[in-house]
Nanobody
Framework: VQLVESGGALVQPGGSLKLSCAAS????????MSWARQAPGKGLEWVSG???????VYANSVKGRFTISRDNSKNTLYLQMDSLKPEDTAVYYC????????????????????WGQGTQVTVSS
């Protein structure tokens, strides 16, 4: 299993950014995936997840501003981030859930068995 994030950058408050996570080594279309982030000096925070059927879930802190999506033909997970705030500054990770039923538990980080190396997003003027 390999997960490789990209797209992180320095962006001004109010700006937009789109992160990508290229996946390989497993059947991408059959999996539940999520994005999580870790801000400086803080713990890992779940951000958004997408079930294999396409249903999406968001943390309250990003709801209405972030959009998670997946392209099964490209084995790629995305996170479109709009109206970015300084508090969105963090290293963003994509994660693959283990082979178990996590309906209703998508936000629990312990359900994820594989993680990418992360991509830095900095929101600052």
């Amino acid at each position: 299993v390999q997960l490789v994030e990209s797209g992180g950058a320095l962006v001004q408050p109010g700006g937009s950014l789109k992160l990508s996570c290229a996946a390989s080594g497993f059947t991408f279309s059959s999996t539940t995936m999520s994005w999580a982030r870790q801000a400086p000096g803080k713990g890992l925070e779940w951000v958004s997840g997408i079930y294999r059927g396409g249903t999406t879930v968001y943390a309250n802190s990003v709801k209405g501003r972030f959009t998670i999506s997946r392209d099964n033909s490209k084995n790629t997970l995305y996170l479109q981030m709009d109206s970015l705030k300084p508090e969105d500054t963090a290293v963003y990770y994509c994660a693959l859930a283990g082979p178990r039923n996590i309906v209703g538990l998508i936000s629990q980080l312990s359900n994820y068995d594989y993680w990418g190396q992360g991509t830095q997003v900095t929101v600052s003027s």
